[in-house]
């Protein structure tokens, strides 16, 4: 057996429930799944592998199934080049 190094990032979008319980489901639909678009090129970019999607959270790995010494970093990279995909959600107004 084969033990390998790997850094697990978790991206969950904070008080969605609350703020999208305000709008239609299908405009919820549109915009969580943008969402995850938009972190999933993210992490790809950054070398990592997505593992699921599940609520309105997005599970990814580094290091698995291909190491780099550096996916650490990578996963801190590909955080910090999403960090704005979440503004949109947010509707007009809303602070």
């Known amino acids: 057996m084969e033990r390998k190094l790997a850094t697990v990032l978790f991206v969950d979008l904070v008080d969605s ?3 999208l319980n305000r709008v239609d489901p299908e405009v919820v639909r549109r915009r969580v799944s943008r969402f995850f678009d938009q972190v999933s090129h993210c992490i790809v ?3 990592g592998t997505v593992e699921k999607f599940a609520g309105d959270a997005v ?4 290091g698995v199934p291909l190491a780099h010494e550096d996916d650490a970093e990578r996963t801190v990279r590909g955080q910090l080049s999403r960090s704005g995909a979440s503004d949109w959600l947010r509707p007009t107004g809303v602070g």
């Open 17 to 19: 429930t609350e703020s």
């Open 45 to 47: 970019t950054h070398g």
């Open 59 to 62: 599970m990814a790995a580094f």
